[in-house]
C-alpha cells in the first residue's frame, strides 16, 4: 500500500494539506519529486530537500545499489505487445513500463495508429501480450479515433465497447492544458489498473505556442518538465508512456537523413527509448530504433490495415 505524505519526519497536518493539494499525497509521490517544484509548495528549498530525502530513504531510493539489484528491478519491468512481431522483436519484447518511448516520424508515418494500437494492446492478457489493464490517451491533435479503437478490438477478439471503456481520453487544449492533465493522470493512474499513458502529440502545442527562437528557452524549460512528469509518472506508478513527436526539416544538411526529431536536446534526454517511423510504398512503413542504452540498430517493416498494424 501507498504511505500517506504524513507519515514522512518533518510533514505535519498543515505541510500533508499543503502536498496533498498539489496532487502529492504519497511518500511515493515526493520521493520522486524534484527540490524545486516542492519547495514552490512548501516555501523552502532546503526542507523540501530534506522531506524529498525523507521518501527516498523510506522507499530505499537515496543511495547506491548492488548492479545485481539494478537487474532484479529490471526483471520486474512489464512489456506491452505492439501486435507486431517484429516490431515487438525490434523493441526487446514490446514497449516497456516505467520508461518514456517516444514514437518520431513525419506526418502520416503511423504514429497515431501505433498509439491507438497500444491502447487496445494493453487491454489483453497476460498470455496474449497485453497487461490486462487500461489505457489514458492525452490527444493534443484532434486525431483520436473511437471507431479505429472499435476495429482494432474486434480483430484482436474484444469487445469493442469494452475496449472503449477501458481508455480514458483527454482532448489538450493547450502546453498547460496538457500538463494539468499528466497531473490528473496521476489520481486516475491510483484509482484504476491503468499500464499505458498516450500523449499524441507532445510537442504540438509547444511548437504553435513558442515559435521562433526569442521563445525557444522558454519552450525548453516547460517541455523540460512535462516530460519529467511524465518519466516520474512512470517510474513510480510503474506504467508505459508513450509520446509522439515530430520531425522537422534541417536546411543546412547535404548528405545523410536532412529530418531531425522536433523538441531538441529535451526529448532527446527524456526520452527512455526513441523509435523513429518513416513511410515506405502503400501501407508498409519502416520502424528503426535510434538512441537506445541497450538495443541493438536495426529495421523492420510493418503494415497498416483495417485491422490495425500488422507483421
Ligand atoms: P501520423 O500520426 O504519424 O501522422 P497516422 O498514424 O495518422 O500518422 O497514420 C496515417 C496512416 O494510417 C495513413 O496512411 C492511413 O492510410 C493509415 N490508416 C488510417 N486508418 C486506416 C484504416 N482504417 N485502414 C488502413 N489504413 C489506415
Ligand atoms: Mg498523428
Known sequence: PDLDVEELEGVGKVTGAKLKEKGFYTVKDVAFASV??????????????QIIEAA???????????????????KKIRRISTGVRSLDELLGGGIETRAVTEVVGEFGSGKTQLCHQLAVMVQLPEERGGLGAKAIYIDTENTFRPERIMQMARARGLDPDQALNNIFYARAYSSDHQMILVEHAKSIVKQHNVALIVVDSVIAHFRSEFPGREN?????QKLNKHVADLLRLADAY??????TNQVMAQPDVFFGNPLRPAGGNILAHGATYRLWLRKSKENIRIA???DSPYHPEGEV????TEEG???
Not at 517544484?37 to 523540501?48: D, K, M, Q, T, Y
Not at 527516498?56 to 529490471?74: C, D, N, P, Q, T
Not at 525557444?216 to 525548453?220: D, I, N, S, T, V
Not at 510503474?238 to 509520446?243: G, L, M, R, S, T
Open 309 to 311: 498494424l500488422i507483421d
Open 56 to 74: 527516498r530513504k523510506m522507499l530505499g531510493l537515496h543511495s547506491f545499489i548492488s548492479a545485481l539489484e539494478v537487474y532484479e528491478r529490471r
Open 238 to 243: 510503474d506504467v508505459a508512456v508513450v509520446i
Open 288 to 290: 528503426k530504433i535510434f
Open 301 to 304: 517493416s510493418f503494415r497498416i
Open 216 to 220: 525557444l528557452a522558454e519552450r525548453q
Open 36 to 49: 524545486k517544484e516542492l519547495a514552490e509548495i512548501i516555501g523552502n528549498e532546503e526542507r523540501a530537500l
